[in-house]
């Protein structure tokens, strides 16, 4: 009995590292609130301060090892169990215009962007990266620089228009978040 008791906990220690995988190995304490399922900043410091967790203090700020949340998650079922059941819920929509995310195996993930340019035609473009946390940081920059390619085509669409005459009649406004604005004269 006290064998296969050994097994479980061995089995939820390495669910808790395959889950916490995207994290680095030292986290602050937002980090903690965050893998913690959402609790308040005040509940955490609590944690950190009373010594369920713990953790080390460096240039005004905590810095708690991965390996003692997951060792403080074995011990205390009743917040593992939050735990598993908040990060299993993640939602599974993206909002429109950030990509999306996919695991394709254990140590790769898939990001990809598919707007459209300035004709009309959808661009498709992906990036791939071992972690989580890498792949967003990834397509962040991907969608960044096909959105600034995107805003630099329409602007030599437009000048070309405007040169042919077309836009004789119209001024041409260029907006902080990168949309073109037509106005009347």
Same mark, same amino acid.
């Given at each position: 009995?006290?064998?296969?008791?050994?097994?479980?906990?061995?089995?939820?220690?390495?669910?808790?590292? =395959?889950?916490?995988?995207?994290?680095?190995?030292?986290?602050?304490?937002?980090?903690?609130?965050?893998?913690?399922?959402?609790?308040?900043?005040?509940?955490?410091?609590?944690?950190?301060?009373?010594?369920?967790?713990?953790?080390?203090?460096?240039?005004?700020?905590?810095?708690?090892?991965?390996?003692?949340?997951?060792?403080?998650?074995?011990?205390?079922?009743?917040?593992?169990?939050?735990?598993?059941?908040?990060?299993?819920?993640?939602?599974?929509?993206?909002?429109?215009?950030?990509?999306?995310?996919?695991?394709?195996?254990?140590?790769?993930?898939?990001? =990809?962007?598919?707007?459209?340019?300035?004709?009309?035609?959808?661009?498709?473009?992906?990036?791939?990266?071992?972690?989580?946390?890498?792949?967003?940081?990834?397509?962040?920059?991907?969608?960044?620089?096909?959105? =600034?390619?995107?805003?630099?085509?329409?602007?030599?669409?437009?000048?070309?228009?405007?040169?042919?005459?077309?836009?004789?009649?119209?001024?041409?406004?260029?907006?902080?978040?990168?949309?073109?604005?037509?106005?009347?004269?």
């Amino acid at each position: 009995m006290e064998k296969m008791m050994e097994g479980v906990i061995m089995n939820h220690r390495v669910y808790f590292e =395959k889950l916490f995988a995207d994290y680095p190995d030292l986290v602050s304490l937002q980090n903690l609130q965050e893998m913690l399922g959402g609790i308040s900043q005040g509940k955490a410091l609590k944690l950190v301060k009373q010594g369920e967790i713990k953790s080390f203090y460096v240039h005004s700020q905590y810095m708690i090892p991965k390996i003692c949340i997951i060792d403080y998650l074995m011990g205390n079922i009743e917040c593992a169990m939050r735990v598993e059941s908040i990060h299993q819920n993640q939602g599974k929509r993206r909002k429109p215009g950030t990509g999306c995310l996919h695991q394709i195996n254990d140590h790769l993930w898939e990001g =990809k962007y598919s707007p459209r340019n300035t004709y009309g035609e959808r661009i498709s473009k992906n990036v791939y990266a071992k972690t989580r946390a890498e792949c967003e940081r990834k397509l962040f920059a991907l969608i960044a620089r096909m959105n =600034k390619e995107i805003h630099i085509q329409k602007i030599k669409l437009m000048e070309e228009k405007y040169a042919e005459g077309y836009v004789d009649k119209y001024v041409t406004s260029l907006q902080p978040h990168g949309i073109l604005r037509v106005c009347l004269v």
